[in-house]
């Protein structure tokens, strides 16, 4: 009986609330940024507001960096090995912000010239224009500082070859200029070692994330990047020629990937060297 009694306070008051004047709402919830469905979310899209489309349009007074400050940065980073989408990531973010009004840079470090310099390309041929720069200090000076004013989203690629100078920039484009900014590179090289200064800005950032590769040997889901070759310098810039995206096993197994991949090269090498032969 006294259950019964209970059940009935409660439904009288659940008829109170839906005919009450001013019935409760739900917040409203932003939607978050997605590559696409299936993948990790980098961080929500930022909207634009009044005020700086306003200033865009030339209608509001004072600089588009004074409008921006009212607006914190943002920082996102993408890592993994070699082969895992980062470049592709970091595309379709910068995609998406273009997409939706803002103005887009996109940085890379001239050291990679495997596709041109005028370009980040990824390995399948996807590209989008950028600034190839020796480093991203300079990236202010050689844009201008009005076009610079102007930029919402900064995207850096390959970011592991950009040295010493990533974390401050980082720091400045987002904490002090309101920017989005984000950086894609190797989180670590082929020895497992940190890898420039990617690592460095993980603790400024709003979202990290990891994507994987697939193990060219066996499928499975690949952490780690394997060179090929014996060269043990860390910077060697290459494609799928000196690296392979490997798991875990097949890179404590690489010597022996590396003996099975040497005589096809050497064989690749005697050819070349006959045709050329050949033709002198």
């Not at 607006?71 to 993408?78: A, F, K, N, P, R």
């Not at 995609?95 to 399948?124: F, P």
């Not at 990236?139 to 919402?152: H, I, M, N, P």
């Not at 070859?161 to 980082?170: E, G, L, P, Q």
């Amino acid at each position: 009986m006294q259950s019964i009694c209970v059940m009935r306070s409660l439904l009288a008051a659940s008829t109170f609330l839906c005919s009450s004047a001013s019935p409760l709402r739900l917040p409203s919830l932003a939607l978050p940024f997605r590559l696409n469905l299936s993948s990790p979310r980098l961080g929500a899209a930022r909207p634009v507001s009044a005020a700086a489309a306003k200033s865009r349009g030339g209608g509001g007074t004072g600089s588009a960096m004074e409008v921006r400050s009212a607006h914190s940065g943002e920082i996102h980073v993408i890592v993994g090995p070699m082969f895992a989408g980062k470049t592709m990531a970091l595309l379709r973010r910068m995609q998406v912000e273009a997409g939706t009004g803002r103005n887009v840079a996109l940085i890379k470090s001239d050291k990679d010239n495997r596709y041109g310099l005028d370009s980040v390309v990824t390995h399948d041929g996807t590209k989008m224009t950028c600034w190839a720069l020796p480093e991203l200090s300079s990236f202010q000076d050689k844009l201008g500082t009005e076009a610079y004013d102007k930029v919402d989203a900064i995207g850096i690629d390959e970011a592991q070859f950009f040295d010493d100078d990533v974390h401050d920039f980082c720091c400045k484009a987002a904490d002090r200029d309101g920017k989005i900014v984000v950086v894609a590179g190797l989180d670590g090289d082929y020895k497992r070692n940190k890898f420039g200064s990617v690592l460095d800005i993980i603790p400024l950032a709003d979202s990290v994330t990891k994507l994987t590769a697939r193990c060219e040997l066996c499928g499975c889901r690949a952490f780690f990047t394997l060179r090929k070759t014996r060269e043990t310098k860390t910077e060697l810039i290459g494609g799928a020629d000196v690296y392979m995206p490997v798991c875990r096993q097949h890179y404590l197994d690489g010597h022996i990937v590396i003996e099975a991949t040497a005589p096809t090269r050497i064989v690749l090498d005697l050819e070349r060297s006959t045709v050329i032969h050949a033709l002198k």
